[in-house]
Nanobody, 123 residues
Framework: QVQLVESGGGLVQAGGSLRLSCAAS????????VGWFRQAPGKERDFVAA????????YYADSVKGRFTISRDNAKNTAYLQMNSLKPEDTAVYYC????????????????WGKGTQVTISS
């Protein structure tokens, strides 16, 4: 497993942007697929975006498609989630997760999770 630490969350106004980072340590990060998930208060954890080990494969939830971009820099052992045109409904704790194979939106296939970073969007 890899150890993951998210950063970059904060409070922004609707329409603004944030870039989340997910720093990995431990095993070879480049061999892991990465996913971003989010959990709003009182709701289940939802899939946001996923990326394959090489970065060539990406997948997004419909709710963020066209606004969010997932990427990774294996040389820096870091994955990113660029979030643009933010909406109040994007408010949540955002988690990154890693899986030994590309796992898309299925959280059960991710075996390493960070502790999350809070994103709050004001209207």
């Amino acid at each position: 497993q890899v150890q993951l630490v998210e950063s970059g969350g904060g409070l922004v106004q609707a329409g603004g942007s944030l870039r989340l980072s997910c720093a990995a340590s431990g095993r070879t990060f480049s061999r892991y697929a990465v996913g971003w998930f989010r959990q709003a208060p009182g709701k289940e954890r939802d899939f946001v975006a996923a990326i394959g080990w090489s970065g060539d494969t990406t997948y997004y939830a419909d709710s963020v498609k066209g606004r969010f971009t997932i990427s990774r820099d294996n040389a820096k052992n870091t994955a990113y989630l660029q979030m643009n045109s933010l909406k109040p409904e994007d408010t949540a704790v955002y988690y990154c997760a890693a899986a030994p194979v590309y796992s898309g939106s299925d959280p059960r296939k991710y075996n390493s999770w960070g502790k999350g970073t809070q994103v709050t969007i004001s209207s």
